[in-house]
């Protein structure tokens, strides 16, 4: 067994990171790295005296968080499976500069040489799907947190929305196909610069879709673990039920630590007469209880394939992250990220002939994002759920009138939105800022 002791690496240079708002609030940015200087991507942060507050760094380990000015005496934790959770005061932050650089260090267990064989990470994998039931909360519960909407044209971004949510959940029940309910709060979205052609602007019409709803569209259909009963397809979606099974093959890989206890990494991998479409993914489970902590999972398309709906740039026609977060006992949606084709293609502009020239053009993609803020439990709290502010199943996000709230988004003193990556900006502020296109959309 290799164990590493945590290491703090702050390295300052010109600018404040931590700074008081005016409205007394604390910003909080940074980085996050590995031992090897390397971004560790999703990493969750919370208020280690309110486990319930949080956010999560992007693809690139970078984090931007914004706490009330009363949290000055409390610490933030980082945590991520494979590495020892790492608490740093909030006071030890107030006079650092920016470019923090927060280095975690893995601590793993080396599993000793045993035969594992697939059926019994198969039944490890089934476990753990039975255990959702005490693992998962039975009662009514609120997720408040940000909602992130990308659409690529090809290989440009074209469009953003970002909105603060209320996902509303009973509570999971096994069997139980009830839907979650949502309430958007506050919207901001940038131009939208796709070029449909008009059979499509059409559709986009008459069939609004977006990522609180549209079947597959919907970003919450694609938590596997909670919709373990959902209709399974290799070609969108991987529910942790028999026909997923039956299509994967599961084995024990390694062993990690999350905090202090020991998690079992399953790997997924393709039956080994798998041909075009490749499932590729894995399964952190809490080994004292089978609670599912993560799944990584993506569909790789072999480059032989004529299947055109590849994400521009890699060799998946889909992925998805899902993380869950124990709070008060019971595990909550912490974050979700997907990305995927949208089953939508300009047909005027990818006839037969370029079909044939093997492009790829004219095909439009998704990259959706959820990250809980708050997780509340209370039931005179979740009375503020009423009906009628509830979000119909068939309206669009992008088309509903909102007048942008900049006080709102620049006052979001919990948790900030997570930073976007530089490629998406540079596209999507091709002729104006992302904050001048947030005025202009009200």
């Known amino acids: 067994m290799k164990i590493f002791s945590l290491l703090l690496l702050i390295i300052v240079t ?95 267990y080396t599993l000793q040489a045993v035969t594992i064989s697939p059926d019994t990470a198969l039944s490890i994998v089934r476990k753990s799907v ?19 909407e990308i659409i690529r044209s090809d290989y440009t971004y074209d ?102 206890d020991r998690v079992l990494c399953i790997g997924i991998q393709p039956k080994a007469d798998a041909i075009g479409l490749f499932p590729h993914g894995i399964l952190y489970i809490r080994e004292k209880d089978f609670a599912i902590l993560e799944m990584q999972y993506e569909v790789e398309v072999s480059a032989d394939s004529e299947i055109p709906f590849v994400i521009p740039g890699q060799k998946n026609m889909h992925s998805t992250v899902i993380k869950y977060q124990e709070y008060n006992g019971k595990f909550y949606l912490s974050f979700l990220h997907r990305k995927s084709f949208r089953f939508e293609m300009n047909s005027s502009k990818y006839d037969k002939s370029m079909k044939e020239a093997g492009k790829k053009e004219g095909h439009f993609y998704h990259e959706l994002l959820f990250v809980t803020n708050e997780i509340i439990t209370e039931k005179h709290k979740l009375q503020s759920f009423r009906r009628k502010e509830r979000q119909q199943s068939d309206e669009d996000l992008y088309s509903t009138r909102w007048k942008y709230n900049a006080d709102f988004w620049k006052g ?22 992302l904050n001048d296109q947030f005025k202009k959309s009200n």
């Open 412 to 433: 979001y003193n919990v948790v900030n939105e997570r930073p976007l990556e530089p490629s998406i900006v540079k596209d999507i502020e091709r002729e104006a800022s």
């Open 14 to 108: 010109n600018a404040r990171l931590l700074t008081a708002q005016s409205d007394n609030t604390l910003h909080v940015s940074g980085k996050i790295l590995d031992e090897n200087s390397k971004a560790v991507a999703y990493v969750n942060l919370h208020l280690a005296g309110d486990p319930s507050l949080g956010t999560y760094s992007n693809a690139s380990g970078q984090f931007m968080l914004l706490l009330p000015g009363s949290s000055v005496a409390d610490s933030i934790v980082f945590s991520c499976v494979g590495f020892e959770s790492l608490a740093v005061p909030v006071k030890s932050l107030l006079y650092s500069k920016d470019s923090v650089f927060i280095k975690l260090i893995s601590k793993t």
């Open 130 to 148: 039975q255990r959702l039931q005490d693992n998962l909360s039975n009662n009514k519960n609120i997720l408040q947190g940000f909602f992130r």
């Open 159 to 260: 469009r953003l929305i970002e909105a603060a949510i209320d996902v509303f959940d009973n509570g999971y029940k096994p069997k139980d196909d009830s839907e979650l309910k949502f309430k958007v709060r506050e919207i901001r979205k940038s131009e939208d610069y796709r070029d449909l052609d008009w059979e499509l602007a059409i559709l986009n019409y008459v069939q609004p879709k977006n990522g609180l709803h549209g079947h597959f569209e919907s970003l919450f259909t694609n938590d596997y673990i909670r919709n373990n009963e959902n209709f399974y397809s290799l070609l969108v979606n991987a529910p942790l039920n028999e026909e997923f099974f039956q299509d994967v093959t599961f084995s024990l890989d390694s062993s990690v630590y999350y905090g202090t």
